[in-house]
Structure formats: structure tokens, C-alpha cells
């Protein structure tokens, strides 16, 4: 099986070379980079020269916007299996051989999804199911984020693109969730898409108390938006909305302004995502 990897990539070089030196420690070889810059300077020339002698890379030019620079990517693929890598990740060295041989192993799955930690493999501060199992619309928020995501290409044919209203640099008031659209689409074609935890992908992490609020709420529309747009039931959507609530109340009675601030931020998002409100 061939790997394709779509990395869209913005003002970040010394984070890049550090991913492509942790692909070029893997011990599974048969995979391609499609490289989407949206610098509007050279900066990745000599990274991507350097790492183009030891595996295959294909470099593009997107404007801004992670949802368009990954679909402009997604042009080119000629992989059996897709990957959503971030700029500022990194894959532990038999990552891809156990992506691999999953796929091998259940012929009946269509796609693959994992956690993400911290680096040195701390646990991440994201709320990740313990249990492997189906992704279904209900659990995916638990169970799928862009940079542990794995499908197969057939997956992309059938369903499309990433949606470019969705995502950091869209210009528009959603600022996430493009990932988890993506997913449900999927599932709701009848494909069928499997959460495996032991299957990780290291990325920095940030502490909520130190996340701007207006950060908060874009990332909370996004989901408001994804949530109307597959017109999930008004309880699932009432649930969302009050967990962030609730950890805003925790976090003010604990004296942490900062984190209740950006859980209400949360809250607000979200509620203006669903409403439809810019």
C-alpha cells in the first residue's frame, strides 16, 4: 500500500523539518509528501530540496486556508491510503507500518483514525475515548482529529473535498470542525471508519488558559456550524453546549479565570455556529 500525505503548511519551517526528519525514520517506505505552501516567500525551498533525495515529495502553491490548500493537494494523490499531517506534528517511527497493516488486516474498514500526545508521549489534554471501536456521527467528536486520520482514497472519490467554509484561514466565522465534516460525510456514505487509540501522532499541545478567547470562539463556531449543517438533534446539540458551560463554572470556582474564560468563549461559539449567526 502507498501512502499519500497532504500537508498544508503556513509560517512554520523548523517544525516542518522536523516532521519530514520523523518520516524519514520510518520504518514502513512507501509513501509520498504533497506539500501545500501557502508562504508567499521561498522559506521551504532548501527543507523540501533536502528531504526530496530520500523519498518523494510534490510541491504546490495555494492561497490561504487549510480546507483549500488540502483540497488543491488531495488533486494529486496517487496513494492507496490518505493522511492529514499538520506542519507542526510528528509521526513515531512505526507509524505508518501499523497504519499499513491495519488496513491489511481488516480489507472491511475504509478508514482509520487515532489520538494525538503530547510530546514524550504525555497524554493529550483533548477528550479521547479510551475504547477502540466505529466512528459513528455521535462519537467522532471523541474519535477524530485531522492529523491521526487515515482513509482510503476510494473514501475521498465518494464524498469530496474538505468543506472551504471550515477551518483556520477560511475567512470566515468557523474556524474548525473541517476534519470531523469530513468524517461524517464519510460514515453517512455507508463507509465504515474504525478509532484505534494505541494509534498516536505527537503534537504540541497547548494549555487552554493560555488560548485566546477569540480563538476559543472560532473554533466553537465551526462545530455550531457542523452540528447544523448534518442537522444533529436538538438534545445532542443542547449537550454540547452545556459541557462547555459547565467547565467554565468548575474552572471560576477553582480561580482560574483564564481557562473559564475560554470555556464560556467555548460555549458562545458554539452557540453562534449552530444559530448561523457571523
Not at 517511527?93 to 504525555?122: C, M, Q, S, Y
Request: proline share 5%; charged share 25%; aromatic share 12%.
Amino acid at each position: 500500500m502507498k501512502i499519500s500525505l497532504v500537508l498544508a503548511t503556513i509560517n512554520r519551517s523548523a517544525e516542518l523539518e522536523k516532521f519530514m526528519q520523523s518520516l524519514n525514520e520510518q520504518t514502513y517506505r512507501n509513501y509520498e509528501v504533497i506539500v501545500v505552501d501557502q508562504n508567499e516567500d521561498d522559506r521551504l525551498i532548501t527543507i523540501i530540496r533536502k528531504y526530496q533525495q530520500v523519498f518523494p515529495i510534490l510541491h504546490l502553491r495555494s492561497e490561504r486556508g487549510l480546507s483549500r490548500a488540502r483540497n488543491i493537494g488531495l488533486m494529486h494523490v496517487t496513494g492507496d491510503i490518505v493522511a492529514f499531517p499538520d506542519d507542526d506534528c510528528t509521526y513515531p517511527p512505526d507509524l505508518l507500518r501499523k497504519v499499513t497493516e491495519f488496513f491489511e488486516a481488516h480489507p472491511d474498514i475504509d478508514g482509520l483514525t487515532g489520538r494525538v500526545v503530547a510530546e514524550g508521549g504525555a497524554m493529550s489534554s483533548s477528550r479521547w475515548d479510551k475504547r477502540a471501536g466505529i466512528v459513528t456521527p455521535w462519537n467522532v467528536w471523541r474519535r477524530g482529529i485531522s492529523v491521526s486520520i487515515f482513509l482510503r482514497r476510494k473514501v475521498i472519490q465518494t464524498v469530496g473535498d474538505f468543506d472551504p467554509k471550515l477551518g483556520v484561514g477560511a475567512g470566515t466565522p468557523w474556524g474548525s470542525g473541517e476534519e470531523t465534516e469530513l468524517l461524517i460525510r464519510a460514515i453517512r456514505n455507508g463507509y465504515r471508519v474504525y478509532y484505534e487509540p494505541k494509534i498516536t501522532v505527537v503534537h504540541p499541545q497547548k494549555e487552554l488558559d493560555q488560548t485566546p478567547a477569540m480563538r476559543a470562539v472560532a473554533y466553537g463556531q465551526g462545530m455550531g456550524y457542523v452540528l447544523r449543517k448534518h442537522k444533529y438533534p436538538l438534545w445532542f446539540v443542547l449537550s454540547s453546549l452545556i459541557r462547555p458551560v459547565g467547565g467554565s463554572m468548575i474552572a471560576l470556582f477553582s480561580l482560574r479565570w483564564q481557562l473559564a474564560r475560554y470555556r464560556w468563549a467555548t460555549f458562545w461559539g458554539r452557540a453562534r455556529g449552530w444559530w448561523g449567526r457571523r
